[in-house]
Antibody
Framework: QLQLQESGPGLVKPSETLSLTCIVS??????????WGWIRQPPGKGLEWIGS???????HYNPSLKSRVTISVDTSKNQFSLKVSSVTAADTAVYYC??????????????WGQGTLVTVSS | EIVLTQSPDFQSVTPKEKVTITCRAS??????LHWYQQKPDQSPKLLIK???QSISGVPSRFSGSASGTDFTLTINSLEAEDAATYYC?????????FGGGTKVEIK
């Protein structure tokens, strides 16, 4: 059974860089069959797509965040990562990693991590 | 960017009632519309993919349909465990977007 687990600091200072990792178990991130993604949810609000990445490193980003976001893949560790630079309080959210159900961003998300709350505060 | 407008925002329903949630896309997205259920303090769970395709393990009372840019999630005979927020999601074009959510409360 595929499992995804987010890890990273729960508190980040304003203007610093938020860094999270999604550890994948029960399946290989190098599979050519799937895209992997990050989605976030501010407290009490809806879901926002951050970006999606293929094992090759090819990534697509939400234009609203593109200048501050980098998603990368480490196939040797079977994980993928998210970096958001110059964070503000508006970046406070539960961050989810997830797997698309196919080899492109056009597929639904059929596996999700449990989510991790990141608070931006001094 | 494709905007997904869900209605209603909130619905209070008696068990065994039928629930209908609508998601309207701002432009044509074909059938690239998916539905998720999110219970408090849990991650979203895929309920329906590509507007009307069922997902293994999801109860048959959940179904989806489409008419043009209007998509509907139907819960037949609501059960107490269905209390959750439901989101639609389009994967037709980037950026991927989600609807604002519909919270279903059990009376």
């Amino acid at each position: 059974q595929l499992q995804l687990q987010e890890s990273g600091p729960g508190l980040v200072k304003p203007s610093e860089t938020l860094s999270l990792t999604c550890i994948v178990s029960g399946g290989s991130i190098s599979s050519t069959s799937y895209y992997w993604g990050w989605i976030r949810q501010p407290p009490g609000k809806g879901l926002e797509w951050i970006g999606s990445v293929f094992y090759s490193g090819s990534a697509h980003y939400n234009p609203s965040l593109k200048s501050r976001v980098t998603i990368s893949v480490d196939t040797s560790k079977n994980q993928f990562s998210l970096k958001v630079s110059s964070v503000t309080a508006a970046d406070t959210a539960v961050y989810y990693c997830a797997r698309h159900s196919g080899s492109g961003y056009s597929y639904s998300y059929n596996y999700w991590g449990q989510g991790t709350l990141v608070t931006v505060s001094s | 960017e494709i905007v997904l407008t869900q209605s209603p925002d909130f619905q209070s329903v008696t068990p065994k009632e039928k629930v209908t949630i609508t998601c309207r896309a701002s432009q044509s997205i074909g059938s690239n519309l998916h539905w998720y259920q999110q219970k408090p303090d849990q991650s979203p769970k895929l309920l329906i993919k590509y507007a009307s395709q069922s997902i293994s393990g999801v109860p048959s009372r959940f179904s989806g349909s489409a008419s043009g840019t209007d998509f509907t999630l139907t819960i037949n005979s609501l059960e107490a465990e269905d209390a959750a927020t439901y989101y639609c999601h389009q994967s037709s074009s980037l950026p991927l977007t989600f609807g604002g959510g519909t919270k279903v409360e059990i009376k």
